[in-house]
């Protein structure tokens, strides 16, 4: 069946440290976004990637579609960078499917 | 503001009762579509809608009921016959089914 699978599952960092965070999934690519959900439930629209790679200040993603994965990478991260993100990918045609997020917790 | 606005921010149920969640957007999108969301868990797709006047069931459809009456308006009906209805749930948008998604800011439902 379809799957997107997210690693690791909870990451621990301290301030000003960097991470990679990776999402595999079990076909051809539509549409790949990854998300920040916030403590209060929001999700925000960090990057829109089915293929290539996209830079936005300290965060970066790379998705290999023909390799099935992307990553996004946190550089110096900052505590308001906790949170959960999530990696979503069009594999059906009609709608998003969802990984089960990393849940990321920075601390001073 | 454009945006897709999602009411109420939380709704208390009996059970028993049947309740509406609002979902509206003003970002001309064509496609619309709910999920539900668990306790640490991913988001699952409930119904979704690729153009006015046509709505699909997604991967957990059962106990609910959708409507899309009007391109801004996709309105979720959470029946009594869905067994485990108190979840956060999320709307959302895009301009056509392969597009960016955008996301409201959720309805915390809780059944009492």
């Known amino acids: 069946g379809i799957q997107v699978e997210q690693s690791p599952p909870d990451l621990i960092l301290q301030e000003g440290a960097n991470s990679t965070l990776r999402c595999n999934f079990s076909?051809?690519?539509?549409?790949l976004q990854w998300f920040h959900q916030n403590p209060w439930g929001q999700l925000i629209n960090l990057f829109y990637?089915?293929?290539g790679t996209k830079q936005n200040g300290r965060l970066s993603a790379t998705t290999v579609a023909t390799e099935r994965y992307s990553l996004l990478y946190i550089s110096s991260s900052q505590t308001t960078d906790s949170g959960v993100y999530f990696c979503?990918?069009?594999?059906?045609?009609?709608?998003?499917?969802f990984g089960k997020g990393t849940s990321l917790l920075v601390t001073p | 503001d454009g945006g897709i606005t999602q009411s109420p921010k939380y709704l208390f149920r009996k059970e028993g009762q049947n309740v509406t969640l609002s979902c509206e957007q003003n970002?001309?999108?064509?496609?619309m579509y709910w999920y539900r969301q668990d306790p640490g868990q991913g988001l699952r797709l409930i119904y979704y809608?690729?153009?006015?006047?046509?709505?699909q069931k997604g991967d957990i459809a059962e106990g609910y009921s959708v409507s899309r009456e009007k391109k801004e308006s996709f309105p979720l009906t959470v029946t009594s016959a869905q067994k485990n209805p108190t979840a956060f749930y999320l709307c959302?948008?895009?301009?056509?089914?392969?597009?960016?998604?955008?996301f409201g800011q959720g309805t915390r439902l809780t059944v009492v």
């Open positions: 959302a948008s895009s301009k056509n089914v392969q597009a960016e998604a955008f």
């Open positions: 076909d051809s690519v539509n549409n």
């Open positions: 990637i089915p293929s």
């Open positions: 979503a990918v069009d594999l059906t045609g009609y709608a998003l499917n």
């Open positions: 970002l001309n999108h064509d496609a």
């Open positions: 809608s690729q153009i006015v006047n046509d709505f």
